[in-house]
């Protein structure tokens, strides 16, 4: 294949690695009677970067579940593979969108009905984008092969002029593509990067570990490997520490080895590929070779196996309670490879004079295998609530301490504008109305419609709808449904079914006779 068809080569390329993940689908995952439908397709789903069933407000509300004294809402439910967030010193909230080559800003919610006031994109055309950073004006950006910044006005929540390269030459094949960027306190630029393999030796030496940078991208220096994918890091307040998430191998069984949290310090070796969990050998690569010259360092905390630990982030403690002092957040984005999914949830970790204790803080993602969610990132707001990434339903959970003080969680609100049609489409001229009808129920009833508006403790009634809504503003809410209904993949002609089902009544003849 030549460079001119590096479109399709890429594509191969990713076919090529997207069957290979397929065979390696220990057999078990198949086979297992815990393993249902809807587990498999979060697989394929996650595996193709297709998104999964959106999330609702009944969901929200009835199904997910946070520590008392707590209150959850969802906060965004129309963000598609939604991934790391990023707050702006304005408050605004950024998030990357990898594979769409994407970041979206959401306006901060100046009105207090727990909904962001905008949204827009703010830059778009980059390469599988992750992590984020703001610093002197600049707004970082780690792409799959590179690290740009560009200038970035936090009052006016504008860029301007062009992308400036940082860090280039990154390579991004293999498994783990994502580069995840922090400044820290000493105001220079950490890079992680995750390694090709499930366990091999690298050929770039870059990869399986944390980097760091002079803000240019100059002086950059490896300090810490053993790294096998550490997607999220943060620094410990009360003390400047450096963890870092990482993630374990795959293909040792249901239980092995752990995922880790790893307390970084500069020079370290952390194990990958020879040694796993606290320090045990690897049977699939023998005697490290350099055992001579390093010693593997255990983690800090083991994670349950295949549990995905992701994005991290300590806790600022001043709107939360005494137990969260000192204590961090951390996203598991959930097994893929497990006879009986594990993980799927937002995990608390307190430090204190026995260790780390893991607790959970937001579960219910995962109802004896039928999977709803698979939180991503973890972020705390100006207003020192927790914001919450969900890759798999494309929403954004907003946790908060203390009472609810409105019910966003449930709102549900039709659009007010041209709420009836100024004339009737002209589709409706040759349409069967009863048939349409018919087929619109059919619609309703598959997309189970009835638990919003007729179930739950705020059903949104449709009574009279045709009083109030046209046929074409209901096509316009079906096809671009405000926060927080999901988006169905409904066709036009389906739009107008469920429409004709919503709105038609039939002749006072026709109905006396059924």
């Given at each position: 294949i ?5 479109p ?10 997207l069957?290979?993940?397929l ?6 995952l198949?086979?297992s009677?815990t393993?249902d439908s ?5 697989l394929?789903?996650s595996?193709m970067?297709?998104?999964?069933p959106?999330?609702n407000?009944?969901?929200?509300r ?8 707590f209150?959850?809402?969802l ?5 598609p593979r939604?991934?790391f967030?990023?707050f702006?010193?304005?408050g605004?909230l950024l998030?990357s969108?990898?594979h769409?080559g ?7 919610d100046a009105?207090?009905?727990g909904?962001p006031?905008?949204r ?8 599988r ?10 707004l970082?950006?780690?792409?799959s092969?590179?690290?740009r910044?560009i200038?970035f ?7 301007d002029?062009a992308l ?6 990154l390579?991004?094949n293999?498994n783990?593509?994502?580069k995840?960027i922090?400044?820290?306190q000493?105001?220079k630029l ?5 390694s ?6 690298e050929e770039?030496?870059?990869?399986a ?12 220096e490896i300090?810490a ?6 997607v ?9 520490a450096?963890?870092?998430?990482e ?9 092995l080895p752990p ?12 194990g990958?590929?020879?040694?796993y969990g606290d320090?045990?050998a690897d ?12 010693d ?5 905390h ?17 709107t939360?309670p ?5 204590a ?11 006879s009986s999914?594990?993980?799927y949830?937002?995990v ?5 004079t ?14 004896d295998?039928t999977?709803s969610?698979?939180?991503v ?9 927790i914001?919450i990434?969900?890759d798999?339903?494309?929403a954004?959970?907003?946790?908060r ?11 549900f ?10 004339q ?7 349409a069967?109305?009863a048939?349409m009808a018919?087929?619109?129920?059919e619609?309703y009833?598959?997309y189970?419609?009835?638990s919003?508006?007729?179930e ?12 109030r809504l ?7 809410v ?19 079914k469920l429409?004709v089902?919503?709105?038609w ?8 006779e059924q």
């Amino acid at each position: 294949i030549t460079e001119q068809d590096h479109p399709m080569r890429k594509w191969l390329i990713g076919l090529g690695l997207l069957l290979l993940m397929l065979v390696s689908i220990p057999a078990f995952l198949l086979a297992s009677g815990t393993t249902d439908s809807s587990s498999l397709r979060m697989l394929f789903n996650s595996m193709m970067g297709i998104a999964g069933p959106a999330a609702n407000s009944d969901i929200v509300r009835q199904q997910y579940k946070v520590p008392d004294g707590f209150t959850l809402e969802l906060y965004d439910a129309n963000l598609p593979r939604a991934r790391f967030l990023l707050f702006t010193p304005s408050g605004d909230l950024l998030v990357s969108r990898p594979h769409s080559g994407d970041i979206l800003l959401l306006g901060r919610d100046a009105d207090g009905d727990g909904k962001p006031n905008a949204r827009a994109t703010l830059i778009e055309g980059l390469e599988r984008p992750l992590g984020m950073d703001i610093s002197d004006g600049w707004l970082y950006i780690a792409e799959s092969n590179r690290v740009r910044r560009i200038r970035f006005d936090s009052d006016t929540g504008t860029v301007d002029g062009a992308l400036e390269t940082v860090v280039e030459g990154l390579t991004d094949n293999g498994n783990h593509w994502s580069k995840t960027i922090r400044i820290g306190q000493d105001q220079k630029l950490y890079l992680a990067q995750g390694s090709t393999c499930n366990i091999c030796e690298e050929e770039d030496s870059r990869r399986a570990t944390l980097m760091r940078f002079h803000l240019d991208g100059s002086q950059p220096e490896i300090i810490a490997t053993g790294l096998r994918n550490s997607v999220g890091f943060d620094w410990a307040p009360w003390n400047g520490a450096l963890y870092a998430t990482e993630n374990g191998r795959d293909l040792l069984g249901d239980d092995l080895p752990p995922c880790e949290l790893n307390q970084i310090e500069a020079g370290n070796f952390y194990g990958w590929p020879y040694f796993y969990g606290d320090n045990i050998a690897d049977p699939d690569m023998g005697d490290d070779p350099l055992a001579k010259d390093r010693d593997p360092t255990a983690p800090a905390h083991n994670f349950r196996a295949h549990n995905a630990p992701l994005g991290m982030t300590f806790l600022d403690p001043n709107t939360l309670p005494p137990p969260y002092e000192r204590a961090a957040l951390v996203a598991l984005h959930g097994s893929w490879n497990r006879s009986s999914p594990d993980g799927y949830k937002v995990v608390s970790l307190h430090w204190g004079t026995d260790g780390i204790e893991e607790r959970d803080f937001l579960t219910g993602f995962n109802r004896d295998g039928t999977i709803s969610g698979r939180p991503v990132d973890v972020a705390q707001g100006p207003d020192g609530a927790i914001y919450i990434s969900d890759d798999y339903a494309g929403a954004i959970y907003r946790v908060r301490y203390g009472a609810a003080d409105n019910n966003n969680a449930a709102a549900f609100e039709l659009p007010t504008v041209k709420p009836l049609d100024a004339q009737p489409p002209e589709w409706l001229e040759t349409a069967n109305m009863a048939t349409m009808a018919d087929q619109g129920n059919e619609l309703y009833q598959r997309y189970q419609c009835r638990s919003c508006h007729e179930e739950g403790e705020n059903p949104k009634g449709l009574e009279n709808l045709n009083e109030r809504l046209g046929y074409a503003a209901v096509i316009d809410v079906l096809a671009a449904p405000p926060s927080p209904m999901p988006l169905f993949p409904l066709t036009e002609s389906e739009q107008r079914k469920l429409a004709v089902f919503l709105l038609w009544q039939p002749p006072e003849s026709s109905a006396d006779e059924q």
